[in-house]
T-cell receptor
Framework: DQQVKQNSPSLSVQEGRISILNCDYT??????FLWYKKYPAEGPTFLIS?????DKNEDGRFTVFLNKSAKHLSLHIVPSQPGDSAVYFC???????????FGSGTRLLVRP | GAVVSQHPSWVICKSGTSVKIECRSL??????MFWYRQFPKQSLMLMAT?????????EQGVEKDKFLINHASLTLSTLTVTSAHPEDSSFYIC???????????FGNGTRLTVT
């Protein structure tokens, strides 16, 4: 049972435009959500997180939106840059637990 | 920021041999570290939680005797893949967090190839 799903395996966006990466979850007990960026042959790098008490968190070009009723979160990158090209994983957990459950990732390509 | 160092970054071994992967927290102490595995084009799957000074907690389906975890100090956890087989070939990544309120920080991973 896949508790965290990223239904789009890939996304291609023009430089300067907005990239929107989506993530859905099924476990209503999750209350902490994160986005990680990963380059090939490297470990994931933390990007941004959001707690379930919020519906939006912004950090520079990155904004995460959380829709608890829909069990959906999204990562917006604007403006997108070629250096943003990577695989993006969303992850979820219960703050009382150490375990992170990851989605399958979305490969973002930002075209110059 | 918090740094997690993993060694080696890649290793090739023969079937039946054992391989040890080290995970160190460089600028913080980690009572708990986590070991993940990623198969090509798949998600990161949690294998086990490594607890300093006590036994590791393994996820369902992960063989304890095959993936030996030792967390002997607050800055070092090791994963030993025993009697490796080609199906163990994967990307192994460790992670740790500074405290309960901080996100997980990951090492750069170890690419294991078993021939």
């Amino acid at each position: 049972d896949q508790q965290v799903k990223q239904n789009s395996p890939s996304l291609s966006v023009q430089e300067g435009r907005i990239s929107i990466l989506n993530c859905d979850y099924t476990n209503s007990m999750f209350d902490y959500f994160l986005w990680y960026k990963k380059y090939p042959a490297e470990g994931p790098t933390f990007l941004i997180s959001i707690s379930s008490i919020k519906d939006k968190n912004e950090d520079g070009r990155f904004t995460v939106f959380l829709n608890k009723s829909a069990k959906h979160l999204s990562l917006h990158i604007v403006p997108s840059q070629p250096g943003d090209s990577a695989v993006y994983f969303c992850a979820a957990s219960r703050q009382s637990s150490y375990k992170l459950i990851f989605g399958s990732g979305t490969r973002l390509l930002v075209r110059p | 920021g918090a740094v997690v160092s993993q060694h080696p970054s890649w290793v090739i071994c023969k079937s039946g041999t054992s391989v040890k992967i080290e995970c160190r927290s460089l600028d913080f102490q980690a009572t708990t570290m986590f070991w993940y595995r990623q198969f090509p084009k798949q998600s990161l799957m949690l294998m086990a939680t490594s607890n300093e000074g006590s036994k590791a907690t393994y996820e369902q389906g992960v063989e304890k005797d095959k993936f030996l975890i030792n967390h002997a100090s607050l800055t070092l956890s090791t994963l030993t893949v025993t009697s490796a087989h080609p199906e163990d070939s994967s990307f192994y990544i460790c992670s740790a967090r500074v405290d309960g309120n901080s996100p997980l920080h990951f090492g750069n991973g170890t690419r294991l190839t078993v021939t």
